[in-house]
T-cell receptor, first 111, second 114 residues
Framework: GESVGLHLPTLSVQEGDNSIINCAYSNSASDYFIWYKQESGKGPQFIIDIRSNMDKRQGQRVTVLLNKTVKHLSLQIAATQPGDSAVYFCADSAKGYKLIFGTGTLLAVQP | KAGVTQTPRYLIKTRGQQVTLSCSPISGHRSVSWYQQTPGQGLQFLFEYFSETQRNKGNFPGRFSGRQFSNSRSEMNVSTLELGDSALYLC?????????????FGPGTRLTVT
């Protein structure tokens, strides 16, 4: 498959545990945030988004938390499964302008 | 519904040459965005086309250009290739303009410049 990053931070978790992936952004004007999942050989896939007027949003097995004070975003995955193994990216946008992507975190789920 | 398709999937070019990459969006999607992904710089936005017009542009030199056709298909061109242009080029389509519309990514074109 395609290599998406040679020196990514790695989070290793046991199957069934909860995972927390963190992301910092730099633009205080950012008002829209997205988490993407990228599996080997594939393009990024949308997971969940959140706007700056919220601090928490939940999806199926995933929760995104936004702390605008410290410009920090996190993705929580409940009951992590082997199929969750991938690189996870956060991205932010200000006023509908281009998305700025984080460097990514490799999530490795151990069976 | 078919996903975003990109052709070719792999490409090897020599420095100084030019290359054209193609992206076919999901049927009904009118916006196509292009991204460059490298191990060193990560994912970086190149440009977005909506209704055949470039609406948004990233910080890349003028060697990188694109266009969109009336059927929403898009092409990206890189002229005078440099070694540093080696990357995975991703395109994403969405219903509307701007990042708040969910973007659906294709599998990418792996470009290697020698």
């Amino acid at each position: 498959g395609e290599s998406v990053g040679l020196h990514l931070p790695t989070l290793s978790v046991q199957e069934g545990d909860n995972s927390i992936i963190n992301c910092a952004y730099s633009n205080s004007a950012s008002d829209y945030f997205i988490w993407y999942k990228q599996e080997s050989g594939k393009g990024p896939q949308f997971i969940i988004d959140i706007r700056s007027n919220m601090d928490k949003r939940q999806g199926q097995r995933v929760t995104v938390l936004l702390n605008k004070t410290v410009k920090h975003l996190s993705l929580q995955i409940a009951a992590t499964q082997p199929g969750d193994s991938a690189v996870y990216f956060c991205a932010d946008s200000a006023k509908g302008y281009k998305l700025i992507f984080g460097t990514g975190t490799l999530l490795a789920v151990q069976p | 519904k078919a996903g975003v398709t990109q052709t070719p999937r792999y490409l090897i070019k020599t420095r100084g040459q030019q290359v054209t990459l193609s992206c076919s969006p999901i049927s009904g999607h009118r916006s196509v965005s292009w991204y460059q992904q490298t191990p060193g710089q990560g994912l970086q936005f190149l440009f977005e086309y909506f209704s055949e017009t470039q609406r948004n542009k990233g910080n890349f030199p003028g060697r990188f250009s694109g266009r969109q056709f009336s059927n929403s298909r898009s092409e990206m061109n890189v002229s005078t290739l440099e070694l540093g242009d080696s990357a995975l080029y991703l395109c994403a389509s969405s219903l509307g303009q701007g990042p708040t519309y969910e973007q659906y990514f294709g599998p990418g074109t792996r470009l290697t410049v020698t």
